[in-house]
């Protein structure tokens, strides 16, 4: 019989090789910034690494993970590059200013201009 610790480790890379479960597609970003169906999870993930690193090695890991993704995946993307400074940007803010700030980021510098609907002008936020 298989000790439970290792049916859990199991588990928890079987889920991992898997999509997450909710994908938002690129909808509402802006088009510089998508090259794929999955932006959603590419910016969260930089936001955090803009969140926890100090800015220079924020910058280094994120040019880093994307000369890397175009030389073992032979996909490198300005856009992602563009997606992945504005996400550690955003984080860095979070960070210094707090979570409050980051619904007016997503909406001056991520949204699509068509999809900004907030009841504001951008020139208000």
Do not use: M
Not at 19 to 32: I, K, L, S, T, V
Not at 99 to 125: F, H, M, Q, Y
């Amino acid at each position: 019989q298989t000790p439970e610790v290792v049916r859990d480790v199991h588990r928890q890379v079987r889920e991992l090789r898997q999509e997450p479960p909710r994908c938002f597609g690129p909808h509402g970003f802006r088009p510089a910034l998508v090259d794929d169906f999955h932006p959603a999870r590419h910016y969260s993930a930089f936001v955090l690494v803009g969140f926890f690193l100090p800015a220079p090695f924020a910058a280094t890991f994120s040019w880093l993970f994307e000369a890397a993704q175009g030389l073992i995946l032979r996909h490198y993307s300005r856009r992602d590059v563009g997606l992945s400074r504005v996400a550690v940007r955003h984080g860095q803010t979070v960070r210094r200013q707090g979570p409050a700030a980051l619904p007016a980021l997503i909406r001056n510098e991520l949204c699509e201009e068509k999809t900004v609907d907030c009841g504001c002008r951008r020139s208000d936020v």
